[in-house]
């Protein structure tokens, strides 16, 4: 099970930290993605990890404003944001995929949280 927590609601140029806790499998198995979906458009990715937390993977939108994290002690993988704009609203997910391989493709991702709505005021 996905949990995603952190959203609301923020001025642009602020920043927010979105937080997704897993249970019930072992998390440092799993590689994780955030995605996001905007009112009448199509769910995007947004920026992948690898299990060890090595290796990462970003959007071109999102590159340089968000960063991904993981902590596997606490079963919890990190979306930091900052530099938030308008556009940047949508509903955010987390996703899980067990392997080690940062996959920007939302069908290789079988586990999928309900989803934490940001929303960014200009």
């Known amino acids: 099970q996905l949990v995603e927590s952190g959203g609301g609601l923020v001025q642009a140029g602020g920043s927010l930290r979105l937080s997704c806790a897993a249970s019930?499998?072992?998390?440092?198995?799993?590689?994780m993605g955030w995605f996001r979906q905007a009112p009448g458009k199509e769910r995007e990715f947004v920026a992948a990890?690898?299990?060890?937390?090595?290796?990462?993977y970003y959007a071109d939108s999102v590159k340089g404003r968000f960063t991904i994290s993981r902590d596997n002690a606490k079963n919890t993988v990190y979306l930091q944001m900052t530099s938030l704009k308008p556009e940047d609203t949508a509903v955010y997910y987390c996703?899980?995929?067990?392997?080690?391989?940062?996959?920007?493709?939302?069908?290789?991702?079988?586990?999928w949280g309900q989803g934490t709505q940001v929303t960014v005021s200009s």
């Open positions: 990890i690898t299990w060890s937390g090595y290796s990462t």
């Open positions: 996703a899980g995929a067990k392997w080690e391989y940062t996959s920007p493709w939302q069908g290789d991702y079988p586990y």
């Open positions: 019930g499998r072992t998390f440092s198995d799993y590689a």
